[in-house]
């Protein structure tokens, strides 16, 4: 059982970086301001808060809408995917590597499910990259360490998806 519970320590490992960032952003940053900018402007941190979901959309939607969209489901996909990481049914389905991705997912939805729950429906975003006008964006929509975990463990969660059905297809 110890060696099903271990990926969460990446799950908590996540919920704690990105709450104690947060926690830091919202005491030291005026909300809507750049606090620190760095390499010519290239990366800023900002204290931004979000009401919505990557990129604002849905931001627009009515609260109660938003209470299904933004804490309801992702709280049911946050609870399958922990019910996957210790579940026997599944055994020999996914590799070790596979599992720690979908902690790292874990982590992230409950990091920003936090925010919702704590922060009046607003997650609070404070990493920003500029872009240079790529995409005709001069910075790269706010995101936070929560963001981050969710995109790069469903992308190493997609690659090693990849790998691993083409060498199931060539055996």
């Known amino acids: 059982m110890r060696r099903r519970l271990l990926p969460f320590v990446l799950s908590l490992a996540v919920v704690a970086a990105d709450q104690l960032t947060k926690c830091w952003v919202v005491?030291?940053?005026?909300?809507n301001t750049v606090g620190y900018s760095f390499l010519g402007g290239f990366l800023r941190i900002i204290h931004v808060r979000n009401d919505a979901v990557?990129?604002?959309?849905?931001?627009?939607?009515?609260?109660?809408?938003?209470i299904v969209m933004f804490i309801v489901l992702p709280l049911l996909l946050v609870a399958f995917l922990s019910w996957l990481i210790v579940s026997q049914k599944?055994?020999?389905?996914?590799?070790?590597?596979q599992l720690w991705?979908?902690?790292?997912?874990?982590?992230?939805?409950?990091?920003?499910?936090?925010?919702?729950?704590l922060r009046s429906l607003r997650v609070v975003d404070w990493i920003s990259v500029r872009m240079y006008g790529l995409?005709?964006?001069?910075?790269?929509?706010?995101?936070?360490?929560?963001?981050?975990?969710?995109?790069?463990?469903?992308?190493?969660?997609?690659?090693?998806?990849?790998?691993?059905?083409?060498?199931?297809?060539?055996?």
């Open 27 to 31: 005491a030291t940053i005026p909300e």
């Open 90 to 97: 599944h055994d020999g389905q996914f590799t070790r590597a």
């Open 135 to 171: 995409f005709g964006m001069e910075y790269f929509p706010t995101w936070n360490i929560a963001d981050a975990s969710v995109v790069c463990s469903v992308l190493l969660l997609l690659i090693l998806l990849f790998f691993s059905r083409k060498r199931f297809l060539n055996e």
């Open 101 to 117: 991705c979908l902690a790292g997912v874990v982590g992230g939805g409950a990091g920003n499910l936090i925010d919702r729950l």
């Open 54 to 66: 990557a990129f604002s959309l849905g931001s627009s939607l009515d609260v109660p809408v938003k």
